[in-house]
Antibody, heavy 121, light 107 residues
Framework: EVQLVESGGGLVQPGGSLRLSCAASGFTFTNYWMTWVRQAPGKGLEWVANIKQDGSEKYYVDSVKGRFTISRDNAKRSLYLQMDSLRAEDTAVFYC??????????????WGQGILVTVSS | EIVLTQSPGTLSLSPGERATLSCRTSRSVSSSYLAWYQHKPGQAPRLLIYSASIRATGIPDRFSVSGSGADFTLTISRLEPEDFAVYYC?????????FGQGTKVEV
């Protein structure tokens, strides 16, 4: 059974940093692109970033470029999102998601349950 | 960035009725790279349909997609009680792989 379990969320002050983790199991982690998606309170889903199987390609939404860094550790079957210079508008539930296929151009078929990040003083 | 615009924002219907949800893209997107998701409060989003009209595992055939170019439609032929949720379209042909803002289907 595919499982994606996020951790590392919580309350952080504006300007602070947080690192999210996503532990993957039940599939060959090295075969898939991995993605972070977020949902701010009362808002819709926002695609945040994704990363290639070997970590050699990464893409970000403009609003987080230069502040967030996506990475992965294939030996640990884990996905990460380092979030720096956090703003109030980054407050959201963050989801880790796996692509349906091994292609970059693939919908997201497996999702974690999400982890809440709150940026507030 | 490809912008996806969904309409209406909210659809108020009753069980048994037909739901028609629209997704328009700011530039033409091959239907092969468009997906629809269902999202309920407190749950993870669920992939419904992708690559034009392929239903994900376990998705009933009352869900269907039509359209091409920059104009796509998700149809739920007869709403079941479990179908009341928020629906999102997403393009995955170009990063960032943007979502629409969602359509809430409510009773």
């Amino acid at each position: 059974e595919v499982q994606l379990v996020e951790s590392g969320g919580g309350l952080v002050q504006p300007g602070g940093s947080l690192r999210l983790s996503c532990a993957a199991s039940g599939f060959t982690f090295t075969n898939y692109w991995m993605t972070w998606v977020r949902q701010a309170p009362g808002k819709g889903l926002e695609w945040v970033a994704n990363i290639k199987q070997d970590g050699s390609e990464k893409y970000y939404v403009d609003s987080v470029k230069g502040r967030f860094t996506i990475s992965r550790d294939n030996a640990k079957r884990s996905l990460y999102l380092q979030m720096d210079s956090l703003r109030a508008e980054d407050t959201a539930v963050f989801y880790c998601a796996r692509a349906l296929s091994t292609s970059q151009y693939s919908p997201l078929t497996y999702w974690g349950q999400g982890i809440l990040v709150t940026v507030s003083s | 960035e490809i912008v996806l615009t969904q309409s209406p924002g909210t659809l108020s219907l009753s069980p048994g009725e037909r739901a028609t949800l629209s997704c328009r893209t700011s530039r033409s997107v091959s239907s092969s790279y468009l997906a629809w998701y269902q999202h309920k409060p407190g749950q993870a989003p669920r992939l419904l349909i992708y690559s034009a009209s392929i239903r994900a595992t376990g998705i009933p055939d009352r869900f269907s997609v039509s359209g091409s170019g920059a104009d796509f439609t998700l149809t739920i032929s007869r709403l079941e009680p479990e179908d009341f949720a928020v629906y999102y379209c997403q393009q995955y042909v170009r990063s960032p792989q943007t979502f629409g803002q969602g359509t809430k289907v409510e009773v």
